[in-house]
């Protein structure tokens, strides 16, 4: 079965960066694509960045570009989230998605997912 484990999370104050990480098991990892989600209490769920398979290619939402890093380590079977310069705003749980295809679909609302991890950001 798939399985996808959200850690990292944690209470950082602004400017301050945080590591995420989005273990996965039960697939061939490699055959996936990956997505970062985002989603604070009473607010919708946001698309935060993806990665491709094989093709390594990336894509940030606007309010984190330049701010956070996508990678993947297919031998760890592990996505990670690289977030720099950390703004309250950024508070909210964050969950990744596991999309089977090359290149991540944002808008498929398909795929698994995990259970998240809380990332809160104080001013």
């Known amino acids: 079965e798939v399985q996808l484990v959200e850690s990292g999370g944690g209470l950082v104050q602004a400017g301050g960066s945080l590591t995420l990480s989005c273990a996965a098991s039960?697939?061939?990892?490699?055959?996936?694509?990956i997505g970062w989600f985002r989603q604070a209490p009473g607010k919708e769920r946001e698309g935060v960045s993806c990665?491709?398979?094989?093709?390594?290619?990336?894509n940030y939402a606007a309010s984190v570009k330049g701010r956070f890093t996508i990678s993947r380590d297919n031998a760890k079977n592990t996505v990670y989230l690289q977030m720099n310069s950390l703004k309250p705003e950024d508070t909210a749980v964050y969950y990744c998605?596991?999309?089977?295809?090359?290149?991540?679909?944002?808008?498929?609302?398909?795929?698994?997912w995990g259970q998240g991890t809380q990332v809160t950001v104080s001013s």
């Open positions: 998605n596991a999309q089977e295809g090359n290149d991540y679909n944002p808008f498929a609302d398909s795929g698994s």
């Open positions: 039960g697939f061939t990892f490699e055959d996936y694509a």
């Open positions: 990665i491709s398979t094989s093709d390594v290619t990336t």
